[in-house]
């Protein structure tokens, strides 16, 4: 079922559980300066790790100074194992700004120009307008190549690593359209990053990992950094591993896809210190120069005028405060991380988790902010999907419907309602075959999330696996409205319309 398999694949965002006492973290530094803030960001983490959210490694400093540092959690799905501030993690999505950073140098030594065609340094590409600043803003149309492998993989057509030069060869070889003319609208593309990290390859001469290891890692002090690779994978030591919860509380691994290597847009294992190292190094002119981390902090402009908040591997947006905010996150497989600055605040906040929380590392970043600016922050309550689990074989469908409504209507709500732990339950009700339930708990998600495209998905996916074509199609009408320049929504709509 194709509905169960996209919920399953899905990276499911742990929300919380209530405990009855704080778990004190395994490593945790609070200076002197600033005490009442510091104890105050220092209790937060550790009372969202008493819950089951915050497990991970944590850095937040202003102005130089160490608000806090901590290790709370597990490093694997054992449970045995504690996390120290030393452990490195994937930091996924994360890894874009090492890739715009390692252009921008070579911009500088003249060695390539920002405005050129990506095909004059893969002449083999067969998209000849797309240039070097669409790929760095996600304004060049590329099309995604992470699908077209993942059907040739499971069609048996390729047994090979995935890795940059394979991704290319997928892209000459098939030659898919691009989604769009270049420049004329954003779509948030892995598949650029890969092209970036091959032409850092070809213009410096070497492999891109030894690039940014010579360049940045070794120069900025950056000792526990690195790019994953097959022959250095077993290296990574000390190391978090990722891994899942179910709505049962069962833990399961869930790291690394085997021989699958995506260097560029994510691969890069670091430390939150290390990481603070690199945004002490950007901001001060050490890792590019000034101009460029000016540059790579403008946002894009595309052919109409119009401005979209990301630069070079940054996203550029507003705090929950209204502050300007240079930002980006990474989510791959059980590793969720976040590098957030606030410039003109001085702060600094690094998190790396490991247990398939989506949305955590940003709800922290906000309190974060909120307690370093003596604003109250939201309350931590638990995840209504783990009592729901817990009584969805006693309900109907219509009872499911009325219970999740009590509590989403209930003053003061006794519950947090993050989407992807209630997919992870619906994917539970799917595969027990009670779909009429698993509709429930979705169209509801749907209805509590109208702007989220992954809630919108699942419920329209659900609708077709059940023979309700017209809502699935519904579904998608709504996906489109929020995302109208996206060709992949309308191509599964029209494809929809023709069934």
Same mark, same amino acid.
């Given at each position: 079922?194709?509905?169960?398999r996209?919920?399953a694949?899905?990276?499911?965002r742990?929300?919380?559980?209530?405990?009855s006492?704080a778990v004190?973290?395994?490593?945790?530094?609070?200076?002197?300066?600033?005490?009442?803030?510091?104890?105050?960001?220092a209790?937060y983490?550790?009372?969202?790790?008493?819950?089951?959210?915050c497990n991970g490694?944590f850095?937040?400093?202003?102005?130089g100074?160490?608000?806090?540092?901590?290790?709370?959690?597990e490093?694997?799905?054992?449970?045995q194992?504690p996390?120290?501030?030393e452990?490195?993690?994937?930091?996924g999505?994360?890894s874009?700004?090492f890739a715009a950073?390692?252009?921008?140098?070579?911009a500088?030594?003249?060695?390539?120009?920002?405005?050129?065609?990506?095909a004059?340094?893969?002449?083999?590409?067969?998209?000849?307008?797309?240039?070097?600043?669409?790929?760095l803003t996600?304004?060049?149309?590329?099309?995604d190549?992470?699908?077209?492998?993942?059907?040739?993989?499971?069609?048996?057509?390729?047994?090979?690593?995935?890795?940059?030069?394979?991704?290319?060869?997928?892209?000459?070889q098939?030659k898919?359209?691009?989604?769009?003319?270049?420049?004329?609208a954003?779509e948030?593309?892995?598949?650029?990053?890969?092209?970036l990290?091959q032409?850092v390859?070809?213009?410096?001469?070497?492999?891109?990992?030894?690039y940014?290891q010579?360049?940045?890692?070794?120069?900025?002090?950056?000792?526990?950094?690195?790019v994953?690779?097959?022959d250095?994978d077993?290296?990574?030591?000390?190391?978090?591993?990722?891994?899942i919860?179910?709505?049962?509380?069962s833990?399961?691994?869930?790291d690394q896809?085997?021989n699958f290597y995506?260097?560029?847009?994510g691969?890069?294992?670091?430390t939150t210190h290390d990481?603070?190292?690199?945004a002490d190094a950007l901001q001060?002119g050490?890792?590019i120069?000034?101009?460029?981390w000016?540059?790579?902090?403008t946002p894009?402009?595309?052919?109409d005028?119009s401005?979209?908040p990301?630069g070079f591997?940054f996203?550029?947006?507003?705090?929950?405060?209204g502050?300007?905010?240079?930002t980006?996150g990474?989510d791959?497989r059980?590793f969720?991380?976040?590098?957030?600055?606030?410039p003109?605040?001085g702060?600094?906040?690094?998190?790396?988790t490991?247990?398939?929380q989506?949305d955590?590392?940003?709800?922290?970043r906000?309190?974060v902010?909120?307690?370093?600016?003596?604003?109250?922050?939201p309350?931590?309550?638990?995840?209504v999907?783990w009592?729901?689990?817990?009584?969805?074989?006693?309900?109907d469908?219509?009872?499911i419907?009325?219970w999740?409504? @009590?509590?989403?209507k *209930?003053?003061p709500?006794?519950?947090?309602?993050?989407? =992807?732990?209630?997919? %992870?339950?619906? /994917? +539970?009700l799917?595969?027990?075959?009670?779909?009429?339930k698993?509709?429930?708990v979705?169209?509801?998600n749907?209805?509590?999330?109208?702007?989220?495209?992954?809630?919108?998905?699942?419920?329209?996916?659900v609708?077709?696996e059940?023979?309700?074509?017209?809502a699935?199609i519904?579904?998608l @009408?709504k996906?489109i *409205?929020?995302?109208?320049?996206?060709?992949r929504?309308? =191509?599964?709509l029209a %494809?929809l319309q /023709? +069934?």
């Amino acid at each position: 079922m194709d509905a169960l398999r996209k919920l399953a694949q899905r990276m499911p965002r742990l929300a919380v559980v209530a405990l009855s006492c704080a778990v004190l973290p395994v490593f945790a530094r609070v200076p002197d300066a600033g005490p009442a803030r510091s104890v105050e960001v220092a209790r937060y983490f550790e009372n969202c790790h008493a819950v089951r959210v915050c497990n991970g490694s944590f850095l937040v400093t202003q102005h130089g100074k160490v608000v806090y540092q901590g290790a709370l959690g597990e490093a694997d799905a054992s449970a045995q194992v504690p996390l120290t501030v030393e452990d490195a993690f994937d930091i996924g999505s994360v890894s874009k700004q090492f890739a715009a950073a390692a252009v921008l140098r070579l911009a500088k030594r003249g060695q390539l120009a920002l405005d050129d065609p990506a095909a004059k340094y893969l002449p083999q590409l067969p998209y000849a307008d797309i240039t070097l600043r669409q790929l760095l803003t996600h304004t060049s149309g590329v099309p995604d190549v992470f699908p077209l492998y993942t059907q040739l993989l499971k069609r048996g057509e390729v047994t090979t690593a995935m890795r940059g030069d394979e991704a290319v060869a997928l892209l000459v070889q098939h030659k898919a359209p691009p989604l769009f003319a270049p420049g004329s609208a954003f779509e948030y593309s892995n598949t650029g990053y890969i092209l970036l990290a091959q032409i850092v390859g070809r213009v410096s001469g070497m492999e891109y990992a030894e690039y940014l290891q010579r360049e940045f890692f070794k120069p900025l002090g950056m000792m526990h950094t690195r790019v994953r690779l097959p022959d250095n994978d077993a290296l990574i030591q000390p190391r978090a591993w990722g891994f899942i919860v179910r709505p049962d509380g069962s833990r399961k691994p869930f790291d690394q896809i085997p021989n699958f290597y995506p260097v560029g847009p994510g691969g890069i294992y670091s430390t939150t210190h290390d990481l603070q190292l690199w945004a002490d190094a950007l901001q001060q002119g050490r890792a590019i120069s000034k101009a460029n981390w000016a540059l790579a902090t403008t946002p894009a402009t595309l052919s109409d005028g119009s401005k979209v908040p990301y630069g070079f591997g940054f996203k550029l947006v507003d705090s929950a405060l209204g502050r300007r905010m240079v930002t980006h996150g990474g989510d791959w497989r059980g590793f969720k991380s976040d590098l957030t600055l606030l410039p003109e605040q001085g702060i600094q906040i690094v998190m790396l988790t490991n247990n398939a929380q989506d949305d955590s590392v940003e709800a922290a970043r906000d309190a974060v902010e909120a307690i370093l600016a003596g604003k109250p922050r939201p309350m931590l309550r638990m995840s209504v999907h783990w009592d729901l689990y817990k009584q969805a074989d006693g309900l109907d469908a219509a009872q499911i419907t009325r219970w999740l409504d @009590q509590q989403w209507k *209930a003053v003061p709500q006794r519950y947090d309602f993050p989407g =992807q732990p209630l997919e %992870q339950v619906a /994917g +539970e009700l799917l595969k027990r075959k009670a779909a009429d339930k698993a509709v429930a708990v979705l169209a509801f998600n749907a209805r509590i999330h109208p702007s989220s495209l992954d809630a919108l998905d699942s419920l329209a996916d659900v609708y077709r696996e059940t023979g309700n074509r017209q809502a699935a199609i519904e579904q998608l @009408q709504k996906m489109i *409205a929020l995302k109208p320049e996206s060709r992949r929504l309308r =191509q599964r709509l029209a %494809q929809l319309q /023709g +069934e």
